[in-house]
Each structure stands twice: as C-alpha cells, then as structure tokens.
C-alpha cells in the first residue's frame, strides 16, 4: 500500500466551483505539504503544516486554502476555481528535522486538476 | 530568498553513456541541504540523492553522484551508465532550517536507445 495517497488522481471541473483535494499519509510523519506543478516552473509551495494546529503559507497561497484534519490527513481547497489552478498538485509528507535531511520529504502520486 | 537555478531544460544521452545535469543555487545560509529528485511520466516524485552541506565528500547512490561545490553554489548530478529507465524529469532541491524545500524548474533527460 501506498505510504501516501491523493484523491481523486485526476478531477476537470468548471470555473466557479468549490474543489477539494484530499491527502492521507500512513508513514507517522508530523509535517505535510501541498505543492503545484505548472510546466517549466517547478513544483510551487501552496501551504505547509508542521503538525495539526500549526498551518503556514507557502509561496503562492492566494486563491487556496488548507484543514489538517488529523496528523495523516491534509487537504487542499480551492474555494472557487479558476482556469489558472490547472496543474498537477502534489501533497509531501516529511518526518521532524533530522529524519527529513536524511530522507528527503516523501510525495504522492499527484492530482491532475483541470479547470474549464 | 534562496533560488535554485537549473538551466538545462532538456538534455538526451546515449545509452550507457555519462550524463550530468547542472544546478546552482543561491542562498546566505552555511547550513542547508541539497536533494535531486527524478519524475518519470507516471509523475511520481522520486528522491534520488541528497547531500548536506557540511559534508565535503560528495554523495553517491549506485549509478548516481553529485559534484557539490559550495562556494560555487553549485550541485550538479552526475548519471552513469545511462539507462532507459532513467529517462525523466530531474529536479534539483535546496532545503534550509526552514524545513521548506525551493525546486528548480527542472531537466527533462532523455535516453537516445
């Protein structure tokens, strides 16, 4: 099984609409991302969180908002879409400091959001 | 603001050659970490090497190796023996204290049969 998984995998929806996107993580790690691949620019911090009640921006938070629900789980809402917001969207895990430099942060297998 | 620059966006090799792929990064920092991560087309991010700053000796993983020069900023990996399988997407990766990690916009490798 999958250490960690993103539902749905692959999501169109309309301009306007209210989408969430879902993280669950089964590897106990207490920090969670969620980034945006756009192509030629790289993977893009949305939000960050180090633990449940400890939720920060990233690079280009605008127009998307985060829940921690519960240490394995994080999800991503973009609460009114826009044709801009088609990407790939990546949700990472990592573990405290020391165990992160040593293993790097660990993704999921991406959402593919398409925004009509 | 640390930046990470990678200013090849697409590189072929021929089967079993060498190939290395350049990064440099900009950053005030003198403790930080440096990672390449590979995407192939089934998109999923796959962390390759990492090296940490205040090592000198430069990592290796099997087929993979880093040139790191600190104070060049620079990070570039090194593919031996290319294989088809290593045809993807490489980003390179700069993470501080922060514990936020800056990617670069990334090189496609492609692998001439």
């Known amino acids: 099984d999958a250490d960690v998984t993103q539902t749905p995998r692959n999501r169109i929806t309309k301009t306007g609409k209210r989408i969430m996107l879902e993280c669950s993580q089964t590897?106990?790690?207490?920090?969670m991302y969620w980034y945006r691949q756009d192509p030629g620019l790289g993977l893009r911090l949305i939000y960050y969180?180090?633990?449940?009640?400890?939720?920060n921006k990233g690079e280009i938070s605008d127009g998307y908002s985060v829940s921690r629900q519960a240490q394995a789980k994080f999800s991503l809402s973009l609460e009114s879409a826009i044709p801009n917001q088609t990407a790939l969207y990546f949700c990472?895990?990592?573990?405290?400091?020391?165990?992160?430099?040593?293993?790097?942060?660990?993704f999921g297998p991406g959402t593919r959001l398409t925004v009509l | 603001a640390q930046t990470v620059t990678q200013s090849q966006p697409e590189m072929s090799v021929q089967e079993a050659e060498t190939v290395t792929l350049s990064c440099t990064y900009d950053?005030?920092?003198?403790?930080?970490?440096l990672f390449w991560y590979k995407q192939p087309p089934s998109r999923q991010m796959i962390l390759v090497i990492r090296?940490?700053?205040?090592?000198?000796q430069n990592a290796t993983e099997n087929r993979f190796s880093v040139n790191f020069q600190k104070a060049a900023k620079s990070f570039s990996l090194k593919i031996s023996d290319s294989q088809l399988g290593d045809a993807a997407m490489y980003f390179c990766?700069?993470?501080?204290?922060?514990?936020?990690?800056?990617f670069g916009k990334g090189t496609r490798l492609h692998i001439l049969p």
């Open positions: 990766a700069y993470r501080s204290d922060g514990d936020k990690i800056i």
């Open positions: 990472a895990t990592s573990d405290h400091f020391r165990d992160a430099t040593r293993k790097g942060q660990f």
């Open positions: 950053t005030s920092e003198s403790d930080y970490y």
């Open positions: 590897k106990g790690h207490d920090r």
């Open positions: 090296q940490e700053a205040y090592k000198q």
């Open positions: 969180s180090f633990d449940v009640k400890d939720i």
